[in-house]
């Protein structure tokens, strides 16, 4: 590859053939360079057809079967140094990178200080879940499905980054997991993996329950969580605090940060109206229904629309009857108002001093909870696309996550470079997404030769245009042919 990209086989000629794919790896591996990968995987066989799930995850995604047909059209062997594999050598490579997953988050882990030039003050935690096809995983189980997906068995998944969103470490649980009990594999990361000694620990609601909180103050951790009903059914707060934007109150050693969002209010207004309307158009519906057939039970169709109301939250303020055969609907207006008591708002608890921080940074750290949330985004349906999952063994399972914690890292870079070069689709009508990229580099390949003794020869294309503005992104340069030396007179 080296001595194709020196251009030493340029001046070649004769009828050309295209060949393997090599502009994706290509890229991919220098970005894998870059954050690290490349050197903490190593050089061992293992290691090389992990780099390749790695990069496939990003580039191809799927099963391993289909990893295998994808690479066939792909410069595997020049680019990664991998020969011929089949599906089973992956599977042995999942098995080998589950042993090593710990080593390797300590050592990414001890880059990415290095790079900052510090461990990190605070930390973010948030959990979700991922379903399986068919029912044979070991760490499958029937659970609070947050895909939409009923009457699938899933895993659950607690994701650890830093606080600009960089993945620390991952973990999978069986997937009837609540999440505030996978909290405490997050300080065994924290206090033992990498060695902090104080952190600030961020949770999404609920997620940090009372063991929790005891567990992280006696290893001289803190916390931020968030809370709103549990305080207010103890009256240790009252609705009217909210009135403000921003507030604080003191509760013994914690601190309360109150916090009113007018732009999530708007919104959730907006939706529960929607959601009134939906509900009067479906009851419109069943009624004209009922009314042309004599065979249909009203009654049926009032336990659906009941059922539907409650899946929505709309029971509380809304009852649905029947009058001879019609449905009829009202809505208790106090009731109502009473439910929109707290839209757009929320409760901060923290035992972070307030010379460490003020309530404003408190609120903002929580906040950051976006950016790991904007990662499973990344890792389960934009870009990487974890699911369905296709996998028995639980040390694959927890690989296959694994794999794709590694290849959410190469692609924020891959999407910091393109945005620092292109700008974003917000922003401009020229931006080149890493889904634009990967197809533009798709158009690299090989190109083959066969000279007059019948001999094959390898050329490089020269990159168009968007090819080389792609690779100048991320930092590669794409030289085709030799500097001309100059003759001695």
């Known amino acids: ?30 970005l894998a360079d870059q954050v690290g990968i490349t050197r903490v995987l190593g050089t061992a066989p293992e290691s090389k057809l992990n780099l390749f799930l790695i990069l496939a ?21 020049s680019v990664l140094g991998v020969d011929d594999f089949d599906e089973n050598d992956l599977y042995a490579a999942l098995d080998w990178l589950a042993s090593q997953q710990e080593r390797i988050e300590r050592e990414l882990y001890q880059a990415y200080v290095k790079q900052q030039g510090q461990p990190p003050v605070l ?51 069986e997937g009837n997991t609540a999440d505030p009990t996978t909290v405490a594999s997050q300080i065994t990361i924290l206090k033992e993996q990498f060695g902090l000694a104080e952190v600030v620990l961020v ?26 009903r549990t305080f207010l059914k103890q009256g240790v707060l009252q609705t009217d605090l909210f009135d403000a934007h ?8 914690k601190r309360l940060i109150v916090r009113r969002n007018d ?13 009134l309307t939906q509900l009067q158009a479906k009851i419109t519906a069943r009624n004209a229904f009922v009314k042309d057939s004599t065979r249909a039970s009203a009654a049926t169709g009032l336990a659906a629309l009941q059922n539907w109301a409650k899946r929505h939250k709309l029971s509380g303020f ?12 009202s809505i208790d207006e106090e009731a109502k108002a009473q439910d929109a008591l707290l839209d757009g708002c929320y409760l901060l608890e923290t035992n972070v001093p307030v010379d460490m921080m003020d309530a404003k940074t408190v609120d903002a750290r929580y906040r950051d909870l976006q950016k790991v949330e904007r990662n499973f985004r990344t890792v389960k349906t934009a870009f990487l696309e974890i699911r369905p999952i296709f996998l028995r063994k639980a040390e694959r399972t927890k690989a296959h996550v694994f794999v794709a914690m590694l290849a959410l890292k190469i692609t924020r870079q891959f999407e910091a470079g393109l945005r620092q070069a292109f700008g974003t689709t917000e922003s ?62």
């Open 318 to 329: 809304v009852t649905l009857t029947l009058e001879e055969r019609v449905i009829v609907w």
């Open 203 to 228: 949770g999404d609601r609920g997620m940090i329950k009372a063991k929790g909180k005891a567990a992280l103050s006696a290893q001289g951790f803190r916390y931020i969580d968030a809370q709103v």
């Open 246 to 253: 921003l507030c604080e109150v003191e509760h013994g050693d």
């Open 428 to 489: 401009s009508s020229t931006a080149i997404t890493s889904d634009d990229a990967l197809l533009a580099l798709g158009r690299l390949t090989y190109l083959y030769s066969t000279d007059r003794n019948g001999q094959r020869h390898t050329h490089l294309p020269r990159p168009d245009e968007q090819q080389a503005q792609i690779l100048g992104a991320i930092g590669l340069a794409f030289p085709l042919k030799p500097k001309a030396q100059k003759r001695a007179a």
């Open 263 to 275: 732009t999530v209010r708007v919104r959730e207004e907006r939706r529960r109206d929607d959601k």
């Open 1 to 30: 590859m080296e001595r194709l990209v020196k251009g030493e086989f340029d001046d070649w000629s004769g009828e050309m053939t295209s060949g393997e794919i090599f502009g994706v790896l290509f890229a991919l591996k220098h």
């Open 57 to 77: 995850r990003i580039a191809h995604g799927g099963s391993r079967l289909s990893a295998v047909r994808w690479a066939q059209q792909h410069a595997v062997a």
């Open 123 to 173: 930390v973010l935690y948030d959990v979700t879940s991922s379903y399986f096809e068919g029912e044979c995983n070991e760490l499958g189980r029937y659970g609070y499905n947050r895909d939409g997906k009923r009457g699938k068995q899933q895993i659950v998944i607690g994701l650890l980054t830093a606080e600009d969103g960089e993945p620390l470490a991952v973990r999978v649980f």
